[in-house]
């Protein structure tokens, strides 16, 4: 079976192909960036549920049994904000990621692709609380309908999940990238 290296000449141990870490990475900021553009349109046009003339929760319906319902929608707000908030986290990963250069991508990859996943998982949360609501609160009968704001936040969890495989694979897959290598030093302890 022949023999399969991304470093050319099957030598040395730096890697100046085509597909870098860099690349893969900032593929995957405008990837991310697209999914948080996503997630800040469907909070700023709040359009979860709709209907054909309603808007809802009305300050009424948030009273004696009605509580739960405002309890849980608040929630979701609550998810949907904090959901924002770690993904400028993790846009500023990636500007750190990306400006650091081949050992700071090397040795942070794992903090990046672990604030993606819970960004993912925190919007998530909220999609899976909203839909719960509309399928089993009373007060959503036939002609109600997830909407635009659901919709987009969804593409933006998927964008985000995708994000952190495609930075995991990167970082298992891709062999080290060129550029300056530490110089030992038995001193220090530094390879």
Wanted: hydrophobic letters at 55%; glycine letters at 10%.
């Amino acid at each position: 079976m022949a023999g399969f290296s991304l470093v050319p000449g099957g030598r040395g141990a730096n890697y100046t192909g085509m597909l870098t870490r860099s690349i893969v990475f900032s593929i995957a900021l405008f990837v991310f960036l697209a999914g948080t553009g996503l997630t800040i349109a469907a909070i700023i046009i709040p359009n979860w549920i709709s209907y054909t003339t309603t808007t809802f929760p009305v300050y009424e319906e948030c009273e004696g049994k009605g509580r739960y319902f405002c309890s849980m929608w608040r929630s979701v707000g609550f998810l949907m904000s904090l959901a924002v908030v770690l993904e400028g986290m993790t846009i500023a990963a990636f500007a750190i990621l990306l400006a650091g250069g081949k050992q700071r991508r090397e040795a942070g990859w794992g903090v990046l692709a672990i604030l993606t996943v819970v960004a993912a998982f925190v919007q998530a949360s909220g999609l899976a609380l909203i839909a719960y609501l509309y399928e089993n609160d009373d007060r959503f009968f036939a002609g109600w309908f997830l909407d635009k704001s659901w919709s987009m936040s969804t593409a933006s969890a998927v964008f985000e999940f995708l994000c952190a495989a495609a930075i995991t694979a990167a970082a298992l897959v891709l062999p080290s990238e060129g550029g300056y290598e530490l110089i030992p030093d038995a001193h220090i302890g530094i390879i």
